[in-house]
């Protein structure tokens, strides 16, 4: 059996009733469409919320005090005295999977330059800030080890303060009151973005000594950073801070520790919901246009009852008519899916164009997984709901098929 | 002989009641032979044509067609029957309007599993013995009836059957272009095919060798046509 010459000839047929064709096809196309388009959307969004992740930095590790009620507070008395800054320097000496660690020490207070004046907050951190939070420098320079030896009185922006204090002018070299002493910006930081409710602009950052000294008095820490030599060391990292950390805390466990792990792991979940929701969806719409293209198959049986009777009269095995309808339903599901998958594509580019507009860094991501499965799935229906109209017209008696009206 | 038949008959169960359509019915046609079956409407011509062309099997008896006993053949073996050695004309043609003359002749060679260059050169040949080869592009609708017939003959034809059967082929056809059908099977006769033609014109049937006479499912007379209209008288 030849099935190219049965293929033309049910491309011949469809496009015989051009209307009706073009119809039935329509499911599939929305079918097709609607996977590639939705796919593509949830992917952009996976990809930029994970771009956005990483720019975070994956393998992070964040120390902070735990906050301790009064009951919990009167039985340790005494024994702890909280996050201090050697913590962070032992933990940095002593654990070998801490590649990088910076302590953290926010400083709550009133910031000023010229006329332009806002509350906020100064970060005094180490020089291995700006690797351990994958922070770029725009202009100037990073904090030094210098800085931090030497106490000095220097700081870092971000975007959004220069934006607040600065406005036009270039603050290289200017003067900033942080409180009521004067610093001067040596270093501008490059965007970054925010992420879950955090500007990651709405940064300054100055000497962790420097902090220290003049603003709080003592060395405790809002927090410290650890960054982890890799991902699967985690863990361990995370077992190997905590034991170090009850050793030198008396065993008061006064601090927690957190790690982007579980914020990737989150994200992972919702994607994953989506990606079930709209993946059902679309699902649910390709079995409908099966089912339409069933109804069309069992009507166009009907209407050539004579037809297939005077095949068979000719010789046509019960295979050859099966194939003959099989083809025809396939060939409806085949170009129902090549359409389906150049529209879904313009949809999906569509949507990624809106999608940006709201949120910057949303795009869609045409995944060619999703158009294959696309094209697969259209094919599986067109042949699954085509299997019941072939075979019906295959079991047709030739000697009554033939006298049909 | 071509074909035998030993007490076939054919019921048909139309809900509680059985139809006897044929009813234990005998006879021989040789190759060779230009044989009409007359009989009233619903006399089972229709059901007889039916069974010699192995379009469905006897329910009792035996069918014999070139020595292969019909009744006990399987669908896909009938087809095969169907397609390499038997040729119908129907009284409507029954030709696909979407194809040209030419690819209407050519489907049964597409069934035999031909390749095209043998198909299109056997059907353009079939097309040429009914006089029609300047209409072989044709679409059936660009054609008049006799045209249309003459389509389907070649469509018999091009399989080189060992019968041709032929189903009341002029009763759609003005009486002009009918005696130029009756003319054609005749001249098909001649060249040594063997014919059936079922029809209730008692005319038509005059022309050929030998009438079988059906009524109520029972051969009533399978004799020379003119004791068969002595028959009627």
Request: charged content about 25%; some cysteine.
């Amino acid at each position: 059996m030849n099935f190219i010459e049965i293929f033309t000839d049910a491309i011949k047929n469809l496009s015989s009733n051009k209307l009706r064709s073009a119809l039935t096809m329509l499911g599939v196309i929305i079918g097709v469409s609607a996977v590639i388009s939705m796919s593509s959307i949830v992917a952009g969004g996976e990809r930029m919320i994970v771009e956005m992740i990483e720019k975070l930095g994956t393998n992070l590790l964040s120390v902070r005090p735990k906050k301790m009620d009064k009951e919990d507070r009167r039985n340790t008395v005494g024994r702890s005295k909280g996050l201090r800054y050697k913590d962070a320097e032992i933990v940095k000496a002593m654990i070998p999977h801490a590649e990088k660690v910076t302590p953290v020490i926010n400083v709550r207070t009133h910031l000023r330059h010229g006329d332009n004046d806002r509350s906020g907050m100064a970060e005094g951190v180490l020089e291995s800030y700006l690797e351990i939070q994958n922070y770029e420098i725009d202009r100037g320079r990073f904090l030094s080890e210098e800085d931090t030896d030497r106490f000095k009185k220097v700081a870092v922006l971000g975007k959004e303060i220069v934006k607040d204090l600065f406005e036009e002018e270039d603050p290289l070299g200017k003067d900033l009151k942080i409180g009521n002493q004067r610093f001067v910006v040596i270093g501008i930081l490059k965007e970054k973005g925010s992420l879950h409710g955090i500007n990651y602009d709405d940064t300054l950052l100055i000497p962790a000594t420097t902090a220290i000294k003049l603003f709080n008095g003592n060395d405790k820490l809002t927090s410290f950073v650890v960054k982890v030599d890799h991902r699967r060391n985690m863990k361990k990292t995370d077992e190997m801070i905590r034991n170090l950390l009850l050793q030198r805390h008396d065993g008061v466990e006064d601090f927690v520790i957190r790690s982007q792990d579980q914020l990737i792991r989150n994200t992972e979940m919702i994607i994953f919901t989506f990606r079930v929701i709209l993946g059902g969806t679309a699902a649910l719409s390709l079995m409908v246009g099966g089912i339409g293209i069933m109804n069309i198959m069992l009507v166009t049986v009907t209407e050539r009852t004579a037809e297939i009777g005077l095949r068979k009269a000719l010789g046509a095995s019960r295979r050859a008519v099966l194939a003959q309808f099989l083809i025809e339903s396939t060939a409806i599901s085949l170009f129902g899916g090549v359409i389906g998958i150049l529209l879904g594509c313009l949809m999906g580019m569509g949507f990624g164009l809106l999608a940006s507009r709201a949120i910057t860094g949303w795009n869609a991501v045409i995944l060619p997984s999703a158009v294959f499965l696309g094209f697969f799935f259209a094919m599986a229906v067109g042949i699954t709901f085509g299997l019941y109209p072939a075979y019906k017209a295959a079991r047709l008696d030739p000697a009554e098929a033939l006298r049909y009206q | 002989m071509l074909i035998q038949f030993k007490a076939v008959s054919k019921v048909y169960q139309m809900g509680e009641v059985a139809v006897h359509a044929l009813h234990q019915n005998s006879f021989t046609i040789d190759s060779g032979e230009f044989v009409s079956i007359v009989g009233p409407s619903g006399s089972g011509k229709t059901t007889l044509l039916d069974v010699i062309g192995c379009l469905s099997r006897p329910t009792n008896g035996c069918y014999l067609f070139k020595e292969e006993e019909v009744q006990n053949l399987s669908d896909r073996d009938l087809a095969r029957i169907r397609n390499e050695k038997i040729g119908f004309i129907f009284q409507t043609f029954h030709l696909l309007g979407r194809n040209t003359a030419l690819a209407n002749v050519a489907l049964p060679l597409f069934y035999a599993g031909l390749p095209k260059e043998a198909r299109m050169a056997r059907a353009r040949e079939a097309l040429s013995q009914v006089g029609l080869s300047d209409r072989i592009h044709h679409r059936p609708n660009q054609l008049s009836g006799g045209q249309q017939q003459r389509v389907a003959i070649a469509r018999a034809l091009v399989n080189n059957p060992d019968i041709i059967l032929a189903d009341e082929p002029t009763g759609n056809l003005d009486s002009k272009s009918g005696g130029e059908i009756i003319e054609l099977l005749h001249t098909l006769h001649k060249h040594g095919h063997t014919l059936i033609l079922v029809t209730h014109d008692k005319e038509l049937a005059g022309l050929t060798d030998r009438t079988i006479t059906i009524k109520d499912g029972r051969i009533i007379g399978s004799e020379d046509p003119r004791k068969q209209m002595e028959h009627f008288r």
